[in-house]
């Protein structure tokens, strides 16, 4: 038994693994290290917002309103005193948040719908895919501003809102992924002998589908940061005054004429931090399926 | 062909009817008492129970759903709360200036984004393909929100080229009011057009009969455009559908930057207000935008593709 191994094992050359496939990717292009930088940068910002923010992001002052960028305030003051930088470092924690709960909460949900749907098929497959259909004829923003309509805004209602716009698109995936290996010679031994249908999904089908939905759970992170500046900005996301880049934006436009300052800010900070997640996310899917990079 | 229209017609029925199931569960069922969210936490019971009354919130859920259905079927959704105008009539004024600012805009999208992804395609890996790379790129990332303030404050607060809000009345002056907004959307629009332009020219170009063109001696440009722009439509035509509604979903935040009536903009404050009929006929009318622009997108598809019409 030990030499057959060893035999094999000198024959076939051993299979590049997974990390070294992606750290090669991502440090082989000088735009994917830029932005590996800058989400290092917005974790340690998000994290140590209390150390890193000069001045309390809720406390207003009349004396010092509309502040143009000064030493004191980098960014200036909005129309309520508050120091724009420190409401920035603030809101950061909010885009990091729920750029990385609601992807992997939609994963979770999307995958059990799509496993389940793709395993037992009939009935059930039909209810599924036709509603997991109909929600992906609509863009990703319009139905969350729409859930978001009904529910309000809040913390708890934009991850909720987030996570449903998503979940389609994982039920996708992980349905068609579930139809493909559930006729795999080891799935149909396992039911053969009787393995209960719940280890079977667990044990023998949910890690054989996982890289595809790792790869879109990366590439929506970005459009999770996107969607809840979309909905801050609406008034349906993160409600005033706890700070996000959205509301920021929003809060700015009500004061175009005192300072633009606050959208420039803000406005710069969710297109570094979206073009860079969007880099990583395109440098990890095309280590795992090199086809798809030109 | 006529079959195969009729069988798309008669699959927009069920689809019509299962996104207005939809949408009736999200307004009935989703967590939150629809008279407490229109009326606030702080209403009396009686105000709670005459609210429920007049919204008809005491009938058993499926005469609620029929009631709904026959509302929308038959164009009457109510009175705003708020002002107590129709909420079909409120629709009827703010729906042209959405469909005009998304034509527009779209329109703006192809004719920027053809041209840039045709110009990358052959000038493949060269400096006019890392051009459009990186103006994709950005237009992926920067929030259109965001871009539209910036055209705000740039065009019409500081240079004031452009009026800072409204929509206009006139052909001309609406058109001069849409330019701004729509151009914000139309730059996210042509990033995201040019690159499959790009991608599904470049896929074209590999064929067999573009070097059986070249061969032969066909014009370089006769190629590109005759023999790979026009095979090149059809996965650009799915494309168009998507780009369409992302535009239509951009316009919400689009007519709050630039303060333009609009469908977005009537949601949005109707939720600002708690206007519930309003959210709903907002809510229904997105829906059906949805629904229209991928019945007609498949429409387009017999148009663009002969092979499809012979089926």
Redesign the interface.
Known sequence: MSSIYETSSQLLPPEPSLLRAIKGVMFGRPGTIAAVVIIAMLVIVAVLAPVLAPYDPLSQSMLKINRPPSWANWLGTDQFGRDVLSRMIYGSRNSLIFGLISPFSAALIGTTLGVIAGYFGGIIDRVISRVVDLLLAFPELLLAIMIAAVLGGGFWNVIIVITIAFVPGFARVARAQTLSIKHEPYVEAAISVGVRTPVIIFRHIVPNIMAPIVVLMMLWVASAIRLEASLSFLGIGTQAPNPSWGNIIKDGLNNIFGSPWPIIGAGTAITLVVLAFNLVGDAVRDALDPSTSQ | MSRYLLFRLADAVP?VF??LL??FI??RI???DPAI?ALGDMATAEQLALFRERMGLNDPLWLQFIMFVKGVLTLDLGNSMMSNQSVVGLILYNLPYTIELTIVAMLMGLAAGVPLGVLAATHRNKLPDSGVRVFS??G????D??LG??L??TFA?NLGWFPINGGGTDFASRMYHVFLPALTLAFVKAAFIGRLTR?SL?EVLSKDYVRTARAKGVQERRVIYRHGLRNALLPLTTGLG?SM??T???S??IE??FNRPGI?KL??N???ERDYAV?QG??VV??MF??VI?LLMDLLYIVVDPRIRMN
């Not at chain 2, 992926?140 to 929030?143: D, H, L, N």
């Open positions: 689809t299962l996104v939809l949408v999200a307004m989703l967590p939150g969210a790129l950005v992926y990332a920067i929030p929100f965001y303030a910036l705000l404050i607060l991608t470049l998507l509604l992302a239509l979903s951009g919400v935040a709050m930057v977005g949601l949005i109707a939720i600002a959210i907002g809510i997105f829906a949805v629904v991928n």
